[in-house]
Nanobody, 126 residues
Framework: QVQLVESGGGLVQAGGSLRLSCAAS??????????MGWFRQAPGKEREFVAT????????YYGDSVKGRFTISRDNAGNTVYLQMDYLKPEDTAVYYC?????????????????WGQGTQVTVSS
């Protein structure tokens, strides 16, 4: 079983930055063997893909709405994935979720991830 715990959310003004962290753990869990992703969900909207990072070479892929503003990274030694969010906009307001999948590839569909954190709230004021 994989446990994912997000942190770093909060309230920020438009144009500001936040850095989310997701700490992963588990008895038989090997972090470096998992593709990691970030998703978000705003009230009344479907869960939206934000970013993913490969378990192998660290390749990344982003959703169109965050491309050029957000950066995903991972620390395999520390079992942590990060989401650096810059130039934040009010429309980035959502609960942000960390997800893990043992499947190889840049995974953009939420259904491909079997492990989820509890989420962290990000609110961007105008």
């Amino acid at each position: 079983q994989v446990q994912l715990v997000e942190s770093g959310g909060g309230l920020v003004q438009a144009g500001g930055s936040l850095r989310l962290s997701c700490a992963a753990s588990g008895r038989t869990f090997t972090f470096s063997a998992y593709t990691m992703g970030w998703f978000r969900q705003a009230p009344g909207k479907e869960r939206e893909f934000v970013a993913t990072i490969l378990r192998t070479d660290g390749s990344t892929y982003y959703g169109d709405s965050v491309k050029g503003r957000f950066t995903i990274s991972r620390d395999n030694a520390g079992n942590t994935v990060y989401l650096q969010m810059d130039y934040l906009k009010p429309e980035d307001t959502a609960v942000y979720y960390c997800a893990a999948s043992p499947q190889l590839g840049l995974l953009v569909r939420a259904g491909l991830y079997g492990n989820w954190g509890q989420g962290t709230q990000v609110t961007v004021s105008s």
